[in-house]
């Protein structure tokens, strides 16, 4: 059974950098597409970035966090982070992993991943 656990969020203030944590039990970089989204109060979840599986250190990002935002993975940790630089309140959301299986065409959206976490705040302001 695959679990997913989001970590360090909180409140910083415009500017500031954060990064976030996402441990995966049961799962595999190698077999598994590890995805980030966000969803803010009366928005849909959108997609933030992705870490694509079988493809080594090939990632994906929203144009909305590009050049911001950052993934990385430990594959010993079983964890995948989201490095997030250059804060600003649009980037206040609860923030979601999620891993999935999905063909590449499938990585920007919800329906290409399977397991969710329980999602860690964000909060931005000064």
């Known amino acids: 059974q695959v679990q997913l656990v989001e970590s360090g969020g909180g409140l910083v203030q415009p500017g500031d950098s954060l990064t976030l944590s996402c441990s995966c039990s049961g799962c595999t970089f190698r077999e598994y597409n590890v995805g980030w989204f966000r969803q803010a109060p009366g928005k849909e979840r959108e997609f933030v970035g992705a870490a694509r599986r079988f493809a080594g250190d090939t990632y994906y990002y929203s144009d909305s966090v590009k050049g911001r935002f950052t993934i990385s993975k430990d594959s010993a940790k079983k964890t995948v982070y989201l490095q997030m630089k250059r804060l600003n309140p649009e980037d206040a959301a609860l923030y979601y992993c999620?891993?999935?299986?999905?063909?590449?065409?499938?990585?920007?959206?919800?329906?290409?991943?399977?397991?969710w976490g329980q999602g860690t705040q964000v909060t931005v302001s000064s």
């Open positions: 999620a891993a999935g299986q999905s063909v590449l065409s499938a990585i920007r959206s919800e329906t290409g991943y399977r397991y």
